[in-house]
């Protein structure tokens, strides 16, 4: 993992920790990298709540609660899906935070996004939000990308920027 | 990742897929390096449902349906509980097999169990099984062993050895 994405769970876990929050995760094209990377922390026992890797889109649908009709319309990746998933994990998991990831890894384009289409989601008891991003290079590069943009949002989070409506 | 956990992700992602079986996760100590370690795997989508970072305990009652007068009684670290999360993964997921981490990746003993006890449960319809380790090493080469030993676990159980009853 990059030394950024390092740098932002460390400051993620002392944050949450600071004012008892608790975070939760849901990730796809990441699959558990988010978690592990704030798990890396020793004390992100008194943060992380747990996560839930939604790979397939029934799991999704079935642990986090994306709604099956938003999956048909739009596809698994996606700015909306991205905030259910985030709502869902924070549900799920009992925590004050969500955060998720969802997006296209490669080798191949999926859902008709080409590789590389990123989307993070961020939720709280007030909202959620998503914001996109078109990431470059191969599999793992596109992964360790988005787990950093993932962590850095969940960062913006707990230093109490406003959330912003999804796009 | 060292190259022997990569090499079994990629030997039970190619194994899974052949037998067209699918697999989910549910881990506590390694906080979703078992599905992340999978998902490297190019075509890891053809097998990998999904999973479960079940951190904290409420996550593994209430996601993965570990029964809580079962954690109450011997603690989270402890070789029913890893069966009963792995197919807890199993059932949440909706997958064939399940395969689970809970353990103490330290710096600090937890639930009287010393730094480096690790217990890995795989699971399949037909029965769960659970595994014992007692592991040396920093809080990260601790969580990089048993990500090893559950994909080790999770191969074998793919290339048809016989579940033995939890010990």
């Given amino acids: 993992m990059s030394r950024s994405a390092s ?3 460390a400051s993620a876990v002392e944050l949450a920790i600071d004012q008892r929050l608790t975070v939760a995760t849901a990730e796809s094209l990441t699959a558990g990298l988010v978690a592990a990377t704030l798990a890396d922390t020793p004390g992100a026992s008194g943060m992380l709540q747990g996560g839930v890797v939604a790979y397939q889109n029934s799991v999704k649908e079935g642990v986090l609660g994306v709604p099956p009709e938003l999956l048909s319309a739009v596809g698994s990746v996606d700015a909306q899906v991205a905030a259910a998933m985030a709502d869902g994990a924070r549900l799920a998991c009992g925590a004050d935070l969500g955060v998720s990831t969802t997006g296209v890894a490669g080798p191949l384009p999926h859902d008709g996004k080409p ?5 993070i989601g961020v939720a709280t008891a007030s909202g959620s ?3 996109s991003y078109s990431f470059e ?6 992964r360790a990308q988005a787990t950093a943009a993932a962590l850095e949002r969940l960062l913006e989070c707990l230093v109490g920027s406003d959330l912003p409506h999804v796009k």
Avoid at 115 to 119: E, P, Q, S, W
């Fill in 129 to 131: 939000a998503a914001y």
């Fill in 137 to 142: 290079g191969d599999r793992p590069g596109i």
């Fill in 7 to 9: 740098e932002a769970a």
């Fill in 115 to 119: 590789v590389g289409t990123v989307f």
